[in-house]
């Protein structure tokens, strides 16, 4: 086993080296100023649109720890959504006042009431509460077509 693993260790090498391919990329470290790599970090955080694509992942798993009644899953992870969010209204500040209002103040604290109580008909309440102002917000942003539901499938192995 160890001699096939080796074999094919060296064929992967000798692959590489026959077509110059690197992985190795320095489009940060090569730009000339401090401007010009501020921008082009700016350019890759993006704007609310990778905050949501974090979210999306979260709230697959913290749905899931719901259906498990992985309580401390869900807090945990509610808690992460929370800190996308503002991390991109940090980065979309006209994002602000529609994700307070529909997330991060009412609708998020009584998700976590709801949680700390245990209580799966006030969790169910909240949860829906939570996911219906989900969209509104999605409306109020102008992106209606975006619809949050309940996933179909876990997306990662945790429980």
Known sequence: MKRLLFIIAIFFYTLSAQNNYSTQSNWLLDTKTDAQKFKKIQTQFRGFDLAMVEVGYR????????????????????????KAIKNGVERREKRQKNSELMFLNK?????KRALHSKDKHAIQKEYLNLKRECNACHHAEKVPFIQVNDPLQRWQPIH
């Open 59 to 82: 709230f697959n798993t913290f749905y899931f720890a719901l259906q498990d009644q992985n309580y401390d899953l869900a807090h945990y992870q509610l808690d992460k959504i929370k």
């Open 107 to 111: 609708p998020y604290q009584n998700m």
